[in-house]
T-cell receptor, first 112, second 114 residues
Framework: EAGVTQFPSHSVIEKGQTVTLRCDPI?????LYWYRRVMGKEIKFLLH????????ESGMPNNRFLAERTGGTYSTLKVQPAELEDSGVYFC??????????FGQGTRLTVV | AQSVTQLDSHVSVSEGTPVLLRCNYS??????LFWYVQHPNKGLQLLLK??????LVKGINGFEAEFKKSETSFHLTKPSAHMSDAAEYFC????????????FGTGTKLQVIP
């Protein structure tokens, strides 16, 4: 069974550019979560989808971040325009029965 | 409100000696507690979980943790470290029954010396 897959694994962009991260959850998982780890800090919750609906987006830092999950399958997280403080590792997780979730390997985003 | 504190950012042990990674939590609700491990260039992997059943929880790869409500602790232990245990470990707390609003600790990097 395929696990949670994230694309790209690394991304280096300039300040002001746009970046889109993608997460493919485990097939059949209704719950999809995004988390972020800024260097040296704890991993923080960003948002939670149940199928295609945003269940909780209280962790999204500001309106430069936009998450979508069309059709309840894969999800994208767009950062536009990117700022230096957006650098970090972005994790995606999926689950079917709470509370156990399965994590992807993360996307390391560097904004220069 | 809830929080989790991993008391050590780095732990170094010799191969074959015991491992102790410390985690203290605070939660307004009955918490669920987890330990995850991240090996280099890999995703987060669930080691074990406590969800209000037995207080001594056994996980994969010989790890276990004991939930101590009186001490608000959930320390991770292993009797004998293996080289493959070198990784970063995260303690996680969430209100019991849900996975939203999870709170991660800052992580403990475990080094295993041959």
């Amino acid at each position: 069974e395929a696990g949670v897959t994230q694309f790209p694994s690394h991304s280096v962009i300039e300040k002001g550019q746009t970046v889109t991260l993608r997460c493919d959850p485990i097939s059949g998982h209704d719950n999809l979560y995004w988390y972020r780890r800024v260097m040296g800090k704890e991993i923080k919750f960003l948002l939670h989808f149940v199928k295609e609906s945003k269940q909780d987006e209280s962790g999204m830092p500001n309106n430069r971040f936009l998450a979508e999950r069309t059709g309840g399958t894969y999800s994208t997280l767009k950062v536009q325009p990117a700022e230096l403080e957006d650098s970090g590792v972005y994790f995606c997780a999926s689950s079917q029965y709470n509370p156990e979730a399965f994590f992807g390997q993360g996307t390391r985003l560097t904004v220069v | 409100a809830q929080s989790v504190t991993q008391l050590d950012s780095h732990v170094s042990v010799s191969e074959g000696t015991p491992v102790l990674l410390r985690c203290n939590y605070s939660s307004s609700y009955s918490p669920s507690l987890f330990w995850y491990v991240q090996h280099p260039n890999k995703g987060l992997q669930l080691l074990l979980k406590y969800t209000s059943a037995a207080t001594l929880v056994k996980g994969i790869n010989g790890f276990e943790a004991e939930f101590k409500k009186s001490e608000t602790s959930f320390h991770l232990t292993k009797p004998s470290a293996h080289m493959s245990d070198a990784a970063e470990y995260f303690c996680v707390v969430t209100p019991s029954g849900g996975y939203q609003k999870v709170t991660f600790g800052t992580g403990t990097k475990l080094q295993v010396i041959p």
